[in-house]
């Protein structure tokens, strides 16, 4: 049950599009298509943005958006704004019947 | 609208037990699979465990055979037995109700406030 592999920071000016890395391998990411994301910011709880790849569960912003190649899921935020700066985790469901968390990638708006 | 309350958590000695609760409101508790997720103070997310709607359960290595999650339908409440507890253990443990009734791992949309468990003598 090893982590999944994110950048440790990503950083856009306003406006600007980022997109955040999430891999894994072909016992996770690779084998399905149960790829989340989660936006925490500092002293609150993970909030959904996006699950099963590319699905926004209702009333999260479509600038918020995701795909998976291979072993590799994404999530690319469109339109940066200053309220996008938070911590971003992935998970993914594994062929253990488990969930596994990526280590986390801290959003910087410059 | 749907609520998940936290309770039971606190400062255990290395080798201690603790339990977990989790009061579920606001949605048929029973149609769901509900999962723990932990955290460590300035740390990173990790799933613990989940249980099914009918009671199967997975766990994530860290904690298997150390950690039990049960579930009481009619009180619409959640678990987690914690025994053998280390210092790595210490983290905020946070129950998570999944957005699909039928998947209990395929993301979470709504989560507890989370309670505060430190393991340290």
């Not at chain 2, 977990?20 to 508790?29: E, H, I, M, N």
């Not at chain 2, 049960?70 to 998570?96: G, I, K, V």
Request: one cysteine or more; aromatic letters at 12%; proline letters at 3%.
């Amino acid at each position: 049950q090893s982590a999944l592999t994110q950048p440790a920071s990503v950083s856009g000016s306003p406006g600007q599009s980022i997109t955040i890395s999430c891999t894994g391998s072909s016992g996770d990411i690779g084998a399905y298509t149960y790829v989340s994301w989660y936006q925490q910011h500092p002293g609150k709880v993970p909030k959904l943005i996006i699950y099963d790849v590319s699905q926004w569960p209702s009333g999260v912003s479509t600038r918020f958006s995701g795909s998976k190649s291979g072993n590799t899921a994404s999530l690319t935020i469109s339109g940066l704004q200053a309220e996008d700066e938070a911590d971003y985790y992935c998970s993914s469901f594994t062929s253990a019947d488990t969930l596994v968390f990526g280590g986390g990638t801290k959003v910087t708006v410059l | 609208e749907v609520q998940l309350l936290e309770s039971g958590g606190g400062l255990v000695q290395p080798g201690g037990s603790l339990r977990l609760s989790c009061a579920a409101s606001g949605f048929t508790f029973i149609n769901y699979g509900m999962s723990w997720v932990r955290q460590a103070p300035g740390k990173g997310l990790e799933w613990v465990s989940s249980i099914g709607v009918r009671a199967y359960t997975t766990y994530a290595d860290s904690v298997r055979g150390r950690f039990t999650i049960s579930r009481d339908n009619a009180e619409n409440t959640l678990y987690l037995q914690m025994n053998s507890l280390r210092a790595e253990d210490t983290a905020f443990y946070f129950c998570a109700r999944p957005i699909l009734s039928g998947a209990d791992k395929r993301g979470f949309d709504f989560w507890g406030q989370g309670t505060l468990v430190t393991v340290s003598s």
